[in-house]
């Protein structure tokens, strides 16, 4: 993490986790905990708990973010959230591309740059996620893997708008399931990410590009991560939905 060039952002994904109720309650334990950080923090919500999210975020320094957005502005598309309702409620982030999206819905390169597009557009910043599965990695295809990802999500998207985006380096085999990439892994493919912005917008720009690490991050990883040059900030799941732990990791990117 380097501070003189880019800002840290810890942001929670608490996936489909918490009624509004417990949304509510697990705000109200957390903002407190994290109410002097040194870095810009996230809560990443289900929609239905976005109402309750921002009412108990307001005027705190915890920004809600939503975890998905559709790429279409309006229409025939049945059960899905368009980027500017989100706005409109005064949500500020979206997840798009989430490894839990390419798997389980569909989601493809091709849908994730159209979604980041409409997230953008719609004045929202977008947290994009990248990231290998077990077996590419053990292909040796993980650098050129997550390098196209990026290019096809990115394209399209201004210079101008570049730093409404963060980009999340997640592999798919740490996600969920308590296997953490070495700190020297997540360096080194967060690396080849700000390569790879760096091949599209220049040097200045890819210097400032905040990108996360995720995948079973958590209180007691989070330092030695969050010291490698390339990792500015977490996506956190499972560790965000229990407050000291969240906190703990927010405190390890304050330092
Ligand atoms: P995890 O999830 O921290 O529970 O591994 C991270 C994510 O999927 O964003």
Not at 136 to 163: F, N, P, S, Y
Not at 222 to 244: F, R, T, Y
């Amino acid at each position: 993490m380097n501070r003189t060039l880019r800002r840290a952002v810890i942001a929670g994904n608490w996936k489909m986790n918490k009624t509004p109720a417990e949304a509510e309650a697990l705000l109200a334990e957390t903002l407190p905990l994290v109410a002097n950080a040194a870095c810009d923090v996230v809560a990443c919500v289900p929609f239905v708990d976005l109402p309750a999210a921002l009412q108990a975020a307001a005027g705190t320094n915890l920004k809600i973010g939503a975890q998905n957005c559709h790429f279409e502005a309006s229409g025939a598309y049945t059960g899905e959230i368009a980027a500017p309702m989100l706005a409109e409620m005064g949500v500020q982030y979206v997840i798009v591309g989430h490894s839990e999206r390419r798997t389980y819905f569909g989601d493809t390169d091709k849908t994730v740059q159209q979604r980041l597009a409409a997230a953008l557009k719609a004045g929202l910043t977008g947290i994009l996620c990248v990231g290998e599965t077990r077996e590419q990695r053990e292909q040796g295809i993980t650098d050129e893997l997550v390098a196209m990802q990026v290019k096809i999500a990115l394209q399209g998207v201004a210079k101008e708008d570049l730093h409404r985006v963060i980009l999340a380096y997640e592999p798919v085999w740490a996600i969920g399931t308590g296997l953490t990439a070495t700190a020297e892994q997540a360096n080194e493919v967060c690396g080849v990410i700000r390569q790879t912005v760096a091949s599209l917008y220049g040097d200045e720009a890819a210097a400032g590009l905040t990108i996360q690490y995720g995948g079973s991050m958590n209180a007691k990883n989070a330092a030695e991560l969050l010291a490698m040059e390339h990792v500015d900030g977490g996506l956190i799941g499972g560790a965000s939905l229990k407050a000291a732990d969240f906190a703990a990791i927010v405190a390890a990117a304050s330092r």
